[in-house]
């Protein structure tokens, strides 16, 4: 049954106010328009909706039980179109995006402060994980985008845009100190425990290869879940491993760790955005990518 949409909503008006004049009004309409729309209605659902009187007018049975669905159906498209009206002005909506560790803290908290600060009412969802894991999330819309390290080994429709470049830095405990004084190289490092990111991360992936370049297996005594507790287990004099240079300053200044020179020159990485390109964004999920885009894009969009 092919029935106008405009109907239902001066239906709904009309048993709502009981009177064809007051619907009229808040419609900014005539009252024989209004009487036109409802008789057609009745004759197209083969059933009176309205008893009328010289009272006004009442509601059938069949009049009420369309009432008691026209009248739900009516607030949820009036709910919808003050959300997406407030999306539209990012005064609500929703973002959620997945990050690795390393990205979190490379450059993710202080665009995540400035965004919360310009867009209070925006709900931020934010996911925890591996790069491949957060690729995946994407990959099954549970995010609207991802923020990773390298190497992302993506394909098409995906799409990375690099934020920031940074290097790995090779530490230890004060207990290898006697190893800052000389320049080490990867097969050297055998000789020691190593400290490494798990197997299913890309940083594990990315320093496998580096060392097979050299003829050399990756074989770490420890391997942790996150790129924040690698600090505390080299301190705690586990062994020695590589952290990226942002998060290594402060130790370094410290002097809770100590850095060991490398004779190997390891090729840069980044902190990347991961997105589908065949998958539109949200304004809310939109502009974030934006400010972050803005504030640390390597490259243009």
Known sequence: MDITYDYYRIFYFVAKYKSFTRAASVLMNNQPNISRSMNNLEKQLGCTL???????????PEGKK???????????????????SGSNTLESGNVTISASETALHGILLDVLR??????PN????????TTPEAIQTVRSGLADFCVVTTPTKINRPFKETKLMEFHEVLVGSRKYEELSKRKMRLEDLQHYPMVCLGRNSMT??????????HKLVLDPEVEVATSEQLIPIITHDLGIGFIPDFLSKEPLKKG???EIPLREKLPARHICLVEDSGHALSIAAT???????AAHSLEKL
């Open 50 to 60: 309205f008893l009328r009187s010289n009272r006004g007018i009442t509601l059938t």
């Open 66 to 84: 369309l009432y008691n669905h026209v009248s739900v159906a009516y607030k949820q498209l009036e709910a919808a179109e003050l959300e997406l």
């Open 114 to 119: 400035d965004y919360h600060n310009a867009y």
């Open 122 to 129: 925006i709900h931020i969802h934010i996911l925890s994980h």
């Open 204 to 213: 594990y992936n990315y320093f496998s290869e580096q060392f097979l370049k």
């Open 256 to 258: 809770t760790i100590i």
């Open 287 to 293: 502009k974030l990518k934006h400010m972050l885009v």
